[in-house]
């Protein structure tokens, strides 16, 4: 129980929006939304809230759990090419890719490693891998040996502040309305956690097209304040 507790501490630790992977700089297409004025109060965050979390088992969720599970490289690679090529906006691909590159970089400094994370360290600085940020997140918490689910509840919960965080910024809106669109999504993060572990395969990547075609426009709105 003792080394349980302590995984999901470590796994809170790289989830935390202080530490230093980038995501700040990323708003994976929010960012379009507020500039269009598709998203103007705390009601349309709920609403993008609840679109976004209908596709998360099938995305950062889904990837997350795979390459927790993975057992062998060749599977990490596969999933790593899937996982890349389901980021179909460039930005959100490079964000990710970024993310992860950092992500591996500071773990030997913690010294929560494992043989998988350093095969997948070297097939990304060899070309072979993309670098997935989900991917680096799964195989991190089966180092760790944290119960899966609950450390996708914790990733899944960093998502949604990140979200949050920006929005009140961007629209802008007050702290309060921010809180609560976040305390009325976590129901819904918790289904979604469950249904990320049952995901089939052939169903990873499953995309939102608005969310895409939002995040393709990013780069080329007149004003930006975030890399996607």
């Known amino acids: 129980m003792r080394t349980e507790r302590l995984a999901l501490l470590q796994m809170q630790q790289v989830c ?3 530490f230093p992977v980038g995501a700040f700089a990323l708003s ?15 009601t349309g965050l709920a ?10 088992p099938y995305n950062e969720l889904g990837f997350f759990f795979y390459a927790a599970r993975a057992k062998s490289e060749t599977e990490l690679v596969r999933l790593d090419a899937l996982a890349a090529a389901s980021r179909a906006p460039r930005e959100v691909r490079e964000g990710s890719c970024r993310m992860c590159a ?3 970089k ?9 043989a998988a994370l ?54 802008p809106l ?6 609560r669109a976040l305390a009325d999504s976590l129901s819904a993060l918790q289904e979604a956690v469950q249904e990320a572990q049952d995901v089939a395969p052939e169903d990873l990547g499953l995309c939102g097209a608005g969310f895409d075609i939002r995040a393709m426009q990013h780069e080329t709105l007149r004003a930006r304040l975030y890399m996607s």
């Open 47 to 56: 609403e993008y809230l609840h679109a976004y979390l209908t596709l998360l």
């Open 106 to 114: 500071l773990l030997p400094s913690l010294g929560n490693t494992s």
């Open 16 to 18: 935390d929006s202080v």
């Open 102 to 104: 950092r992500f591996l």
């Open 28 to 42: 994976n297409g929010l960012e379009t939304y507020i500039q269009q004025e598709r998203l103007t109060d705390g």
């Open 118 to 171: 350093r095969a997948y360290a070297a097939a990304v600085v060899s070309g072979d891998c993309h670098g997935v940020y989900p991917v680096a997140l799964g195989l991190y918490a089966a180092a760790v040996h944290a119960p899966f689910s609950e450390a996708a509840g914790l990733y899944g919960y960093s998502i949604l502040s990140a979200i949050v965080t920006n929005a009140v910024k961007l629209v």
């Open 174 to 179: 007050g702290q309060k309305d921010g809180q």
